[in-house]
């Protein structure tokens, strides 16, 4: 997940000296430490604290073990051939092997800032290296949905943007929602990880209905995680559709696909 800024890390190591020079150049951000814990044969991913910024069932390297991240694919109910994913904030790049190995047809990029989880995804969490169909990107997240070549080119975008405390989304302005929604194409489909239990959970909800046409959240998951999707153009909502859609996704990749149809039911 992206360190970008209210990180406690990189606020202190950002700080100007007060006696530095003016000529002195800018000194390069410092990253919590990228830890990790394994526990009943799942390994997990940690920014020096106890939070999980996500895991991999050892034995299933490529299979989603966060509920949260389950959800994040509900994008599936609507569209069933993507060309082009994006994963903003890589974490243990569960979702973005999870996309790469399922969509064989599609383009999948992932953002991530901090070069160590790239480094810990790729020796401790099974990334595969990068090549014609997979783009793993050391970059920021806002400079790649304000990049103009990105304008219109994502179907399915997943943003899951948290620094060490995993409180709240380190990307959560009106315009930072705009952009993403501007990356995507007419039918694209944005998938959010929020925290339904925090303070931050109203600002962005209220940021993302600003910036899209029409906004759904899935029920809260026993760890406090609420999956908003997010739709480029409004869209109705045809529940024998989506459930017809849920039992083909149940019956090609095991993910519980009709739980998403339930929950969206309640809305």
């Known amino acids: 997940?992206?360190?970008?800024?209210?990180?406690?890390?990189?606020?202190?190591?950002?700080r100007p000296a007060a006696s530095a020079p003016a000529a002195k150049p800018a000194r390069k951000p410092k990253y919590a430490p990228v830890t990790l814990s394994e526990f009943d044969g799942v390994r997990y991913l940690h920014?020096?604290?106890?939070?999980?910024?996500?895991?991999?069932?050892?034995?299933?390297?490529?299979?989603?073990?966060?509920?949260?991240?389950?959800?994040?694919?509900?994008?599936?109910?609507?569209?069933?051939?993507?060309?082009?994913?994006?994963?903003?904030?890589?974490?243990t790049a569960a979702l973005t092997k999870f996309c790469y190995t399922t969509f064989p047809s599609a383009q999948v990029t992932a953002i991530?800032?901090?070069p160590s989880v790239i480094t810990i995804c790729e020796t401790?969490?099974?990334?595969?290296p990068n090549d014609e169909r997979l783009h793993v990107l050391e970059m920021d997240a806002l400079d790649f949905v304000n990049d103009k070549a990105n304008v219109d080119t994502l179907d399915a975008l997943q943003v899951?943007?948290?620094?060490?405390?995993?409180?709240?989304?380190?990307?959560?302005?009106?315009?930072?929602?705009?952009?993403?929604?501007?990356?995507?194409?007419?039918?694209g489909v944005m998938t959010i990880n929020l925290f339904g239990d925090h303070p931050s959970y109203a600002r962005n909800l209220k940021a993302i209905k600003f910036?899209?046409?029409?906004?759904?959240?899935?029920?809260?998951?026993?760890?406090?995680?609420?999956?908003?999707?997010a739709f480029k153009r409004a869209r109705s909502i045809d529940l024998e559709a989506l459930t017809a859609r849920a039992?083909?996704?149940?019956?090609?990749?095991?993910?519980p696909a009709k739980s998403w149809v339930k929950g969206i039911a309640t809305k």
């Open 112 to 114: 991530e800032l901090n």
């Open 124 to 128: 401790m969490f099974k990334l595969p």
């Open 211 to 229: 910036a899209f046409a029409q906004v759904i959240c899935l029920p809260q998951v026993h760890d406090g995680n609420v999956v908003a999707i």
């Open 160 to 187: 899951d943007l948290y620094d060490a405390t995993a409180r709240g989304p380190v990307l959560d302005t009106p315009e930072f929602y705009q952009a993403c929604n501007a990356c995507l194409t007419d039918d």
């Open 47 to 91: 920014f020096g604290t106890e939070w999980v910024q996500g895991a991999m069932r050892i034995r299933k390297p490529n299979w989603l073990e966060l509920e949260y991240a389950q959800q994040m694919m509900a994008w599936m109910l609507w569209l069933e051939q993507p060309r082009r994913i994006a994963q903003l904030g890589l974490g």
């Open 247 to 255: 039992a083909q996704i149940v019956a090609a990749t095991k993910l």
């Open 1 to 14: 997940m992206l360190i970008k800024r209210k990180s406690i890390e990189k606020e202190e190591s950002s």
